[in-house]
């Protein structure tokens, strides 16, 4: 079974600070990674995948198999960041491509 | 730039009627999803739906769920017999061909009395 983990429902940080958001993973497999973010009012939207290893908005994750983790890091938070941040996994084994979610952070930075 | 729409974005029914979720996905996009959230649980896997056919499906999708593309542009997620269990958030996703991201809809509240 696939099950996606984030251990902290609420991170509160001031503007400037880093932060980091956990994800954990249990599948016996390869999974895709991804990070998807909802900021208040709007739909869900993909924020970073991990076979791109590409950063966006200033955030990255990297993938640990060893640790089976894809924590989502950013050096300095601003408010703009607030949002709610969902950690996904795609099994794709067998061509299968549904998402499974975690619980979701709720991220916010304060002035 | 292109979004995936839905239609409601609110439904009450009460238990036992029958409701469709419309979603119109962005244009050229093949691959269509649909997921729900009860409210303060995860986001979960329904269905997914490709050249007409379902291609996936989770357990919650059982014999009181079906999905269909029944004008080429719509997508729908009808539920038979609505149950309490069954109010929730559902979304929409849909992908183009050779594209990774799943684009989501904003989401329909259902609220099932």
């Known amino acids: 079974a696939q099950r996606v983990t984030q251990p902290e429902k609420l991170l509160s940080v001031f503007k400037g600070a880093p932060v980091e958001l956990k994800c954990n993973y249990s599948y016996s497999g390869s999974p895709e990674l991804f990070w998807y973010v909802q900021y208040s009012r709007q739909r869900l939207q993909l924020l970073l995948r991990h076979i791109s290893r590409e950063s966006i908005k200033g955030f990255t994750a990297d993938l640990n198999k060893g640790e089976t983790s894809f924590h989502l890091k950013k050096p300095f938070a601003q408010e703009e960041d607030s949002a709610m941040y969902y950690c996904?996994?795609?099994?794709?084994?067998?061509?299968?491509?549904?998402?499974?979610f975690g619980k979701g952070t709720k991220l916010t930075v304060n002035p | 730039e292109p979004e995936v729409t839905q239609t409601p974005s609110h439904q009450v029914t009460q238990m036992g009627q029958e409701v469709i979720l419309r979603c119109v996905p962005i244009s050229n996009h093949l691959y269509f999803y649909w997921y729900r959230q009860i409210l303060g649980q995860k986001v979960e896997f329904l269905v997914s739906f490709y050249n007409n056919e379902i291609s996936e499906k989770s357990e919650i999708f059982d014999d009181q769920f079906s999905v269909e593309r029944p004008d080429g542009s719509n997508f729908t997620l009808k539920i038979r017999s609505t149950k309490l269990e069954d109010s929730a958030m559902y979304f929409c996703?849909?992908?183009?061909?050779?594209?990774?991201?799943?684009?989501f809809g904003p989401g329909t509240r259902l609220t099932v009395t």
């Open positions: 996703a849909t992908r183009g061909q050779g594209i990774y991201e799943q684009y």
């Open positions: 996904a996994l795609s099994p794709r084994q067998g061509g299968s491509e549904k998402l499974v």
